[in-house]
């Protein structure tokens, strides 16, 4: 299921658009699918659900796609951000987990985790607290999830070259 590589496209608004294409095949538990981005990143990547027999490394979920999507934009968002606070940063690294479950009988996204690791010059940690705020703020997908009632976590540190 190869995709040709086009370049990001807007809609009628200017906003930027994403995409994919599954590939399914079987039923939910003996099932296996592949995913492949609009862009073409990444290549195709084998799609399971996390509770069949075959799941693993080298596959991915909806859960684990969510939590990237969350951790993408919020690095970005709060790259973004301190460096309109006038600290650039040099790295961060975010390490992301979404939680499924139940509510009132409905399958969702319960939870989205932030672990965030930010190395940047002259910022305080609570000027880093202050810039992960407004990053959560700004950020489409936590304003995504929060619209939708997930519960979101974000741990920001500091940390030295």
Known sequence: MTTPSQPPR??????????ATVLWDGDLKTGHGTLCFSLGAGGELPLLWPGAAA???GATSPEELA???HAACFTM???HTLARQRH???????????SFGLVDGIRRIVRSQLEVM????????????????????????????????VELVVAARLTSP
């Open 77 to 79: 968002t709060l790259a």
């Open 118 to 149: 930010v190395q940047a010059e002259g910022v305080t940690a609570a000027e880093l607290e202050h810039a992960a705020n407004l990053a959560g703020h700004y950020c489409p997908v936590s304003n995504t999830l929060q619209a939708a009632g």
């Open 55 to 57: 799941y693993g490394p």
């Open 10 to 19: 807007r809609d009628g608004d200017g906003a930027l658009e994403g995409g």
């Open 67 to 69: 939590a990237a999507a």
């Open 88 to 98: 650039p940063p040099q790295q961060i690294t975010t390490s992301a987990e979404a």
